[in-house]
Antibody
Framework: ELQLVESGGGLVQPGGSLRLSCAAS????????MTWVRQAPGKGLEWVAN????????NYLDSVEGRFTISRDNAENSLYLQMNSLRADDTAVYYC??????????WGQGTLVTVSS | QSALTQPPSVSGSPGQSVTISCTGT?????????VSWYQQPPGTAPKLMIY???NRPSGVPDRFSGSKSGNTASLTISGLQAEDEAVYYC??????????FGTGTMVTVL
């Protein structure tokens, strides 16, 4: 069974850093594009970043480029999102997802990131 | 990176049909047959309902169908059921492997 489990969320002060992880199982992780999507409290979905199976291509939402870094460890079947210089408007539930044909086909349960002093 | 535009809410009685629109631009919806739709009941993660405009993943009822004309995509739910009550989001490919989501539509079953 395909499973995605996010972890690493929590409370962080503005300007701080946090690293999210997503443990994947039940599919061939190393050949799969993976995506991070976030949802601010009471708001809609926002695509954040994605990464090709071999890690050779990475793409970012304009507002996080230069602050966030997506990466993966195919030996550990894990996806990461390093978030630096965090701002209040980065507060959201962060979901990892396995991409399907031009879509986010399978989602994790999400991890909450709160940026507040 | 502006979001795609969806109506805030639509509603219908059980058994009726409802259609949700998703309006983008010639840079996203209008240029690619790469529109997907997601269902998100309260407090849960989103679920893929439609991909590449018209395709349903395994397990999604055929009551859900998608279409596209120009810069606007649509999701139609036929034979509306109580379990269909949720927020629905569209999404489109937008070049260089990036994506954009819609603003979301609350579907209420009366």
């Amino acid at each position: 069974e395909l499973q995605l489990v996010e972890s690493g969320g929590g409370l962080v002060q503005p300007g701080g850093s946090l690293r999210l992880s997503c443990a994947a199982s039940g599919f061939t992780f190393s050949t799969s594009w993976m995506t991070w999507v976030r949802q601010a409290p009471g708001k809609g979905l926002e695509w954040v970043a994605n990464i090709k199976g071999d890690g050779s291509e990475k793409n970012y939402l304009d507002s996080v480029e230069g602050r966030f870094t997506i990466s993966r460890d195919n030996a550990e079947n894990s996806l990461y999102l390093q978030m630096n210089s965090l701002r209040a408007d980065d507060t959201a539930v962060y979901y990892c997802a396995k991409e399907g044909p031009y879509s986010a086909a399978h989602w994790g349960q999400g991890t909450l990131v709160t940026v507040s002093s | 990176q502006s979001a795609l535009t969806q109506p805030p809410s639509v509603s219908g009685s059980p058994g009726q049909s409802v259609t949700i629109s998703c309006t983008g631009t010639s840079s996203d919806v209008g240029s690619y047959n790469r529109v997907s739709w997601y269902q998100q009941p309260p407090g849960t993660a989103p679920k893929l309902m439609i991909y590449e405009v018209t395709n349903r993943p395994s397990g999604v009822p055929d009551r859900f169908s998608g279409s596209k004309s120009g810069n606007t995509a649509s999701l139609t739910i036929s034979g509306l059921q109580a379990e269909d009550e949720a927020v629905y989001y569209c999404s489109s490919y937008r070049s260089r492997s990036t994506y954009v989501f819609g603003t979301g539509t609350m579907v209420t079953v009366l």
